[in-house]
Structure formats: C-alpha cells, structure tokens
C-alpha cells in the first residue's frame, strides 16, 4: 500500500535532487539534458521524460535557464551562461564520463577550472580519483580541452614551468614511498597533437574519453 509517508518521501527526495542538480550545473556552467539524465537518473527506461520534466519544473521556477541552439538538438541549461558554451559542454562530457564509467568502488572528486599553485595555470578541470577503499591508490589528472591546438598550443611549457615549482606539498601530489608523483595531464582534441616532454601527456579524442576513458587513464 502507498502511504502518505510514502508520498512525503517522495516529495523530500524530488526537492533533494532539484537542488543537487541546480548545484551541479552552477559548478559545472551549463550541461544539457542527456548528461544530466546520464547522472542523475542512469539505467532508467524513463528516464529522459523524468529529467525533462525536473528541467522543465525548475526552468518554469526560473532556477534555470535553458537555450536551444537548433530545433534537432538538444536544450542546454545554466544560471550563467557560459562565454564558451561548447567548451564548457566538453568539460562536461568528461565528468560525466568519468562519473558514469567508473567502478562502484572508484571515488571521484572533480573540480572545474582548478587553479594550479595560486592560479600560476588553470586547468579546465582536475580530477582526484581514489582507486581503492578509504581513499587509497589516488589517480590525479589535469584535464584541458584543445579545440584547435595548430594554432596556439602551450600546454607542455606551462606545465613544465609548473614542474620546476615547488609542487610536491599541494593537494594533487601522490605519494609513492619516498616520491612525489606530477599528476598525468589528459589533453583531449580531434587534431594531432604531437608532445615531447618529461611529464605525462594523454592525447585523446572525445570518442575515445566518452567510450573508455579509464582505460586511457591507465596509459
């Protein structure tokens, strides 16, 4: 039987995810509807009528705003619009990626537009994966979106410039024994992007992130 108890669970639980999914794309910028149903309501036959019908509650509440370039695609929701919208969105297919792909017993903390040694490089995101229980075996990426690297790419002088800085007490170093460890830097673009450096460079399409982007992190 469906009691009032039930009921006001419900309820409780709908606002709970309103906010979590308003605090996500404040955070983030701006996500569209098909990421945001990849996170929040996974798996679900209904789940694209179920996330459209939230972001359409919470466009309507004016928590959100919502933009449809052309009619065959889809919306994409913000509070602020982005200055580069598609960046912005490939950010986040990486998040969601990273979210979506990993092992129940992986934990991910992302960050959006992290600022290295005090803002000396800021990194489109970092992303601290925990590979074991109670936060063990850390995995520490940079991750930057190159859409037209052929005309001005610098990623591998900048952070080299941040390898020769004292790096090894911040957050993201990983110790191993005795060793600090530079976290892997995951460059994603559709151009090839050749790099020659000390440092540990991924170069990845956005198929190749979307489809496994774990196994890329391995590398």
């Known amino acids: 039987m469906y009691t009032k108890q039930n009921t006001k669970n419900d309820f409780t639980f709908g606002i709970e995810r309103d906010n979590r999914i308003v605090h996500l794309i404040e955070k983030g910028g701006a996500f569209t509807r098909k990421q945001l149903q990849a996170i929040f309501v996974p798996h679900k036959i209904s789940g694209k009528r179920i996330m459209q019908h939230r972001l359409q509650v919470l466009h309507e509440a004016e928590r959100l705003k919502k933009f449809q370039r052309k009619q ?55 992303a601290i994966i925990y590979r074991l229980p109670d936060k063990q075996g850390k995995l520490v990426v940079f991750i930057e979106i190159e859409r037209s690297p052929s005309r001005r790419f610098n990623k591998p002088e900048k952070y080299q410039s941040i390898f020769k800085e004292v790096w090894y007490k911040e957050e993201w170093a990983t110790l191993l024994g005795d060793k600090a460890l530079f976290p892997k830097i995951l460059i994603i673009s559709e151009e090839p992007v050749a790099i020659s450096s000390e440092l540990k460079f991924i170069i990845a399409t956005h198929k190749q992130v979307t489809t496994d982007i774990y196994t890329l992190l391995k590398g």
């Open 72 to 126: 065959y695609e889809p919306c994409i929701y913000y509070t602020r619009k982005p200055k580069q919208m598609d960046h912005t969105l490939l950010i986040n297919d990486v998040y969601v990626a990273l979210l979506t792909q990993k092992p129940n017993w992986y934990t991910l903390d992302f960050r959006w537009s992290y600022r290295i040694l005090k803002g000396k490089i800021i990194a489109d995101a970092m």
